[in-house]
């Protein structure tokens, strides 16, 4: 098919997708929000301090998501950011000052999240096509079971990555 001819793969299509749907409602947080921020603001000025302040919230929250990333596994982070947007669409239906602060707050760290880990995705795809010889050591001796699903996992995912696992009990 065409689209397999232009983009390559599932997964390139996956990820255009989501990207795709990631970018669409952000165009809200650049039109709507900004007009109801002045209608519950009051003035230009405020709403200026406002966007002002959410962005070097957004700033910092974006160089604290490889933190993050280190703590909870990625798709923990892909979800928590889904879940924010969800909170901040509550929180801008409320129709309070103090909501808008926090739904703003909430989509900026949440599309950061979304954005970042699907950029690590893509990241890691790309790598594995680079360098097809790449390896990937697997520790057993957490908790084989689950480890040996991940295994599973990733040999659907990357069927010629070379892996080696062991058991260092």
Excluded: M
């Excluded at 949440?110 to 697997?138: H, M, S």
């Amino acid at each position: 098919p065409l689209w397999q001819a232009l983009l390559g793969s599932r997964e390139t299509l996956l990820f255009a997708v989501l990207f795709l749907l990631l970018s669409v409602p952000q165009t809200i947080l650049l039109t709507v929000v900004p007009l109801q921020a002045h209608a519950l603001l009051g003035s230009a000025s405020l709403v200026s301090l406002l966007y002002f302040g959410i962005g070097v919230f957004g700033l910092s929250a974006r160089l604290a998501i490889p933190l993050l990333t280190h703590l909870v596994r990625r798709r923990w982070v892909f979800t928590l950011g889904a879940a924010l947007l969800l909170i901040a669409t509550a929180l801008y239906a409320w129709g309070s000052a103090s909501a808008l602060v926090l739904g703003l707050a909430c989509t900026v760290f949440g599309y950061a999240c979304l954005e970042i880990t699907l950029n690590l995705y893509v990241r890691v795809l790309q790598d594995l096509e680079r360098q097809p010889e790449a390896a990937l050591f697997l520790d057993l001796a957490g908790d084989p079971e689950t480890s040996l699903k991940a295994l599973e996992k990733i040999k659907q995912a990357a069927p010629d990555l070379y892996v080696i696992a062991a058991n260092y009990a």
